[in-house]
């Protein structure tokens, strides 16, 4: 035995952080939110404030408010809840995944009415399936579709229009209330283009910030719904926070330095240009699944055209530990992929290609897990990274 063969295992530089969110954060993020706390109740933070609340409209591809609140997605997916409904409404939620089963059960524990359209964690939204369940819904009990956009946990992405449409064909007033989580800086987006009257979305993935900002920005008819809406709600009250788009004051302590830090991502993405970013993301994603499909694996969305930009869910062969191998990623090569969520637990392994993400980080990232596979004993039918290269060196 020698030194080596004993060695620790020591990693230097940065862990690669490859789950599908929290992303990477950028050293421009981090530097910014390492500034000094400033007077949430001073000018200077008024003056920043308001322009923040106006540079993020066209992330969300709105004109209309947007409210922050501290706080992870899930006290996103709750605000939108309790601003728009009463208690013991319907409600109506497609089942794309982990992520839509667990806002569904928030739904019941609020006291709403919540009902699942089954899916089979393969496949996106089905707006068919939506538009039949409205039309059968004459009286109108239904007072809110709720989609995930993209499904964190199976990496399937709805086509969100199309569910609008769904809904307008079927003559029904619901309201469309979109979870953008994990999609929104990411994958193209149109509040108010499609129709959409709440959308919920989060600081740790496309935004590229830590975890701990939660968003609503939500559309006229939401608004009008929000005044007559019984439910009990204090900390979500969007009505507690209309002042702040023109005033910068909050109603209660904001999370002052991930303001900071939003400012500097939003800066980051506007110098990018959107369509840059989005076109990056559905890149590495092509790349992704080029790899996928060259190691022998499959990946879990079955629905090519919904195939996330965001993240790939790839299936392990059958009898082989996906948790067993996210292990070794982590002990040997200091990477960390998504695990499988719920009824996917051990089934699966998320690569992430979001945010802050260049094609070198793809490639290692690829390379990581190739190795790692050999190293599981899951051999690989071809190289999944000259694959991704090929796409890679094709074309920008
Ligand atoms: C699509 C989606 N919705 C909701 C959530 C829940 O957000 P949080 O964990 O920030 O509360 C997540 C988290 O990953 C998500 O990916």
Not at 83 to 88: A, D, E, K, R, W
Not at 259 to 274: I, K, P, S, V, Y
Not at 282 to 306: D, I, N, Q, S
Request: charged letters at 20%; aromatic letters at 8%.
């Amino acid at each position: 035995m020698n030194a080596i063969a004993n060695a620790k295992p020591y990693f230097p530089g940065w862990q690669l952080l490859q789950i599908p969110g929290p992303s990477n954060v950028p050293a421009k993020v981090l530097a910014a939110m390492a500034q000094p706390t400033i007077d949430h109740r001073g000018e200077a933070f008024a003056a920043f404030a308001k322009t923040l609340l106006d540079d993020l409209k066209p992330i969300f591809g709105t004109k209309d408010d947007i409210v922050i609140f501290p706080s992870s997605g899930t006290g996103a997916w709750e605000a939108a809840l309790v601003n728009v409904t009463s208690p013991g409404d319907t409600v109506l939620m497609a089942e794309t995944g982990h992520f839509a089963t667990l806002w569904f059960k928030l739904a019941r524990q609020l006291g709403l009415n919540a009902e699942l359209l089954p899916g089979d964690w393969r496949k996106a939204a089905d707006p068919q399936a939506i538009g039949a369940r409205l039309r059968e819904d004459k009286v109108h009990t239904i007072k809110a579709v709720c989609v995930v956009h993209n499904e964190t946990s199976t990496g399937a992405t709805s086509d969100i229009a199309a569910v609008r449409a769904a809904i307008d064909a079927a003559g029904h007033p619901a309201l469309l209330l979109v979870d953008t989580i994990s999609s929104l800086g990411s994958v193209d987006y149109h509040q108010d283009d499609w129709g959409v009257d709440v959308t919920i979305a989060g600081s740790q993935k496309g935004l590229m910030l830590p975890p701990g900002l939660g968003f609503n920005a939500y559309r006229a008819k939401a608004k009008a719904a929000a005044e007559t809406a019984r439910m009990p709600r204090s900390y979500f009250d969007w009505e507690a926070m209309r002042a702040a788009p023109l005033t910068g004051q909050f109603p209660y302590t904001p999370a002052t330095n991930l303001l900071f830090a939003l400012r500097a991502a939003l800066d980051l993405l506007a110098q990018e240009g959107m369509d840059n970013v989005f076109h990056r993301h559905a890149r590495h994603a092509r790349a992704t699944r080029a790899a996928v499909e060259a190691w022998g694996l499959e990946v879990l969305c079955v629905e090519p055209e919904h195939q996330s930009n965001v993240l790939t869910a790839v299936v392990m062969p059958e009898g082989v530990s996906a948790d067993g191998f996210r292990a070794l990623m982590v002990n040997r090569f200091n990477m960390s992929l998504g695990n499988g969520l719920s009824k996917l637990k051990d089934r699966v392994f998320r690569i992430g290609h979001l945010g802050d993400f260049n094609d070198m980080m793809l490639i290692a990232t690829l390379g990581g897990v190739q190795m790692g596979l050999i190293a599981y004993g899951v051999k690989p039918q071809t190289s999944g990274v000259e694959a991704a290269m090929a796409v890679l060196a094709e074309a920008l």
